[in-house]
């Protein structure tokens, strides 16, 4: 076992013998691993050029080795080539330890340090008349990649033969480092150019003299110009910029989401953009980045913010009355058909729901639902609501609901509320499907179907306070919703969905018994639904009980107590009592089968307990646990 305090020679020397590895042994061929080399062949053949270089008189031979130590390349003086070729040191030849024995390439792989052996230190015959310098060559991993070695006749042993190798070995080590940094920085440029194709912004970076320096291609479906053409040109030479944006270049300075207009070959196009300054960390100025965003992306962003959406459909909408089966039936035929829509009814009947139950059943459902309330905005604020607000260098500007609408449906609220001149403004929009923004001149584009509803727009109509020809064509189809208290039995249907969605909110069941909601159904609900919703949840949220009596009820309700009658619609009282046995037997259960605890439950007393049970067919048995 070799010594390790001993010199690394003489270390070699040992493991030679201990080995019984014969002095005399022949050179003998090792396996060519050229994968880790194939790409380096180029910068090996330089690294040669540089060894020469260094010598006046180069009368030696470079040697390339790969991790095993196995020649895969040499180069260099004729006659020492000669002289190594008639000792059978060539191309394929190992040097590893194994089977070379001593050497100084063997060694700088071994101990990861250059080495440099000579005449008789070397351990076989064959490599005594020879000198050897070798250097180990790293990636920039640190992973060995193999050695570069002089190779000279012992006697003639270059002085700076070491010093030579070493100064190849790490200029190399150095180009591969550099290479692996072009190649990251290449990777990531290749990225950051994929990122900036892939984003539906555009985006343009300026130089510092106003060139373009980079533009990502959806600046050419935004602006109309060649992204190959224009890249090198002064950004003025290839489009003329808004007066902001050359201000914003000028000054250095910065631009915050603002509308300009570009005067592109397809003419004016708004577009949302912002201008943002480049500096580095001496504060030099390197250029600018502007971001272009299509009208049509902001609108998006907008009405995915504001929740410019229907979520309802006809079948949330409830009810089996006849004249709630008319109004569905005049809806469905509105839904498929392509002009504006005109909804009557009572203030609480549901008008918004049919309008989202209508957008959601036409062509449009894939469009946004924009909602305005002409009634709950200032007349003075109302014109840019619905109009817009053209942009100026001093404030930016901002598009309207007609604009938000775009390729869906504008839903107008009192539409009464409008004024004169807002009626003949919006009347042009849909009629020239074109709108103007409040002190603007540019016409936008615009796609929208209309529903609205209005108070009595009729005799608006007839005292000349409203215009005609808007009534005329925002009514190319009506569908009259009937208030709550003509839908008869519909009450009893809305009741129990109300409740099971009560229900699921407050996590326990709840019914009405029969005298409750024969009182329901007979009080004439003058807010309609939307008073029905606000009656429940405050009797829900107020008591404990699981079913609730008259007494539960607000008085003006209990006092239209009658008995309940539903011989049109069996199939309500069998949903009712279906749901007053659940009750039961949901508080029986709660209860642990003692019909006192259960009737404290429901808040009834025990005999109505004990009656309900009779007449739903209920054992104790079925409300144990």
Same mark, same amino acid.
């Given at each position: ?135 180990? +060559?790293?990636? #920039? ?5 193999? @050695? $570069?070695?002089? %190779?000279?006749?012992? =006697? *003639? !042993? ?79 030479? +290839?489009?003329? #910029? ?5 201000? @914003? $270049?000028?000054? %250095?300075?910065?631009? =915050? *989401? !603002? ?367």
């Amino acid at each position: 076992m070799a010594t390790p305090s001993l010199p690394p020679i003489q270390r070699s020397w040992a493991r030679c013998q201990a080995r019984g590895l014969e002095p005399t042994q022949v050179p003998q061929a090792g396996t060519v691993n050229l994968v880790g080399w194939s790409h380096l062949r180029t910068l090996v053949q330089s690294s040669i050029e540089d060894l020469y270089q260094m010598s006046e008189h180069p009368g030696f031979v470079v040697v390339v080795c790969d991790e095993q130590g196995t020649i895969i390349d040499l180069a260099g003086d004729s006659a020492v080539m000669t002289q190594a070729q008639q000792y059978g040191i060539g191309y394929g030849i190992s040097l590893a330890e194994e089977v070379a024995g001593t050497n100084a390439v063997d060694l700088a792989l071994r101990e990861a340090f250059p080495f440099q052996t000579t005449g008789d230190e070397h351990y076989c015959h064959w490599l005594q008349p020879f000198a050897l310098a070798a250097a180990p +060559v790293y990636s #920039p991993d640190g992973k060995a990649l193999g @050695a $570069l070695a002089i %190779l000279n006749r012992a =006697e *003639e !042993q270059h002085p700076y033969a070491l010093g030579m190798v070493i100064a190849a070995a790490q200029a190399l080590h150095s180009q591969l480092r550099a290479e692996r940094l072009l190649n990251e920085a290449n990777d990531q440029l290749t990225e950051l150019y994929a990122t900036l194709d892939s984003i539906n912004e555009g985006l343009i970076f300026v130089g510092p003299n106003g060139e373009i320096r980079r533009l990502s291609r959806r600046v050419a479906s935004i602006l109309g110009i060649n992204v190959r053409s224009a890249a090198g040109r002064l950004l003025t030479s +290839v489009i003329t #910029p808004p007066p902001a944006i050359i201000m @914003a $270049l000028q000054n %250095l300075s910065t631009l =915050e *989401e !603002q509308e300009v207009i570009w005067q592109t070959r397809d003419g004016p196009q708004a577009i949302m953009c912002d201008v943002r300054p480049v500096w580095d960390r001496s504060r030099r100025y390197l250029g600018s980045v502007i971001t272009l965003r299509p009208t049509e992306s902001v609108r998006q962003l907008v009405q995915q913010m504001v929740g410019a959406r229907a979520t309802f459909t006809f079948r949330d909408i409830v009810g089996q009355s006849e004249s709630m089966r008319q109004a569905l039936r005049q809806a469905r035929i509105a839904a498929a058909g392509r002009g504006a829509i005109l909804l009557r009814g009572e203030p609480g009947v549901g008008k918004e729901v049919f309008a989202q139950a209508i957008h959601n059943a036409s062509n449009r459902a894939g469009g946004p639902f924009v909602r305005v309330s002409c009634a709950a905005i200032p007349r003075q604020l109302l014109d840019s609501e619905l109009f817009g607000v053209e942009g100026t260098e001093q404030q930016p500007g901002r598009p309207g609901k007609l604009e938000l609408a775009h390729g869906g449906v504008l839903y107008l609220e009192a539409i009464d509320a409008l004024s004169f001149d807002q009626q003949t403004k919006l009347l042009r929009a849909i009629e020239m499907g074109r709108v103007i923004r409040s002190g603007g001149i540019r016409p936008i584009p615009i796609d929208v179907r209309v529903i609205a509803h209005g108070h009595g727009l009729e005799q608006l109509v007839a005292e000349g306070r409203f215009r005609g020809d808007l009534y005329a064509r925002i009514s190319a189809f009506v569908v009259e919703i009937p208030p709550l208290r003509q839908r008869g039995d519909d009450i009893i249907l809305l009741v129990n969905h109300m409740l099971r969605r009560l229900s699921e909110q407050i996590g326990r069941q709840i019914a009405f018994d029969p005298d409750a909601l024969a009182a329901l159904r007979s009080y004439p609900w003058p807010g309609n639904v939307r008073e029905l919703e606000v009656v429940l949840e405050q009797i829900v949220q107020t008591t404990g009980k699981s079913v609730l009596t008259v007494a539960d009820l607000p008085p003006a309700i209990a006092r239209h107590t009658t008995p309940l009658v539903l011989s049109d619609s069996p199939k309500l009282a069998e949903t009712q009592e279906l749901s007053e046995r659940d009750a039961i037997l949901r508080a029986g259960r709660a209860a642990g089968g003692r019909l006192s605890r259960a009737a404290a439950l429901l808040g009834i007393s025990r005999a109505t307990l004990w009656r309900k049970m009779i007449r739903y067919r209920i054992s104790r048995a079925d409300m144990l646990p």
